[in-house]
């Protein structure tokens, strides 16, 4: 009962001072650990590189070939994708600046019809 009326931190106090110094064992077993997961990435790169390298090689006399016709067909999918980039970006310009003149124009007739009973001057500006 005592123990559960005790705060968490000074459970965690408790914890931490009873915790005893990492050994030298864990630490290898740490840096053992560390070491071999580097190592196969390390490996896993390197052949990932090989791999490109050779993929490349193996594919450039054929982008010479094709390269009269996969020029001009890069040009014209950059050119299509970035038309309708640009078109959507001005659709959402359009339809934030009809927002935003929708607001203003929404509270400048809420706030003349608020003034008009009261007979008071309103001038927007």
Do not use: E, N
């Not at 934030?96 to 001038?123: C, D, E």
């Amino acid at each position: 009962m005592a123990d559960q009326s005790r705060h968490v931190t000074q459970k965690l106090q408790d914890h931490d001072q009873s915790a005893a110094p990492p050994s030298s064992l864990r630490l290898t077993g740490k840096f053992l650990t560390a070491g071999a997961a580097g190592t196969t990435l390390l490996v896993l790169s390197g052949l990932t590189l090989t791999g490109t390298v050779m993929a490349l090689i193996m594919a450039t006399p054929v982008l010479v070939v094709f390269s009269p016709i996969l020029v001009p067909a890069g040009i014209v999918v950059f050119l299509t994708a970035a038309g309708l980039v640009f078109s959507g970006g001005c659709g959402v310009a359009a339809v934030t600046t009809l927002t935003l003149m929708y607001k203003y124009i929404s509270s400048y007739v809420a706030t003349k019809k608020r003034a008009y009973p009261y007979g008071q001057y309103f001038s927007p500006f």
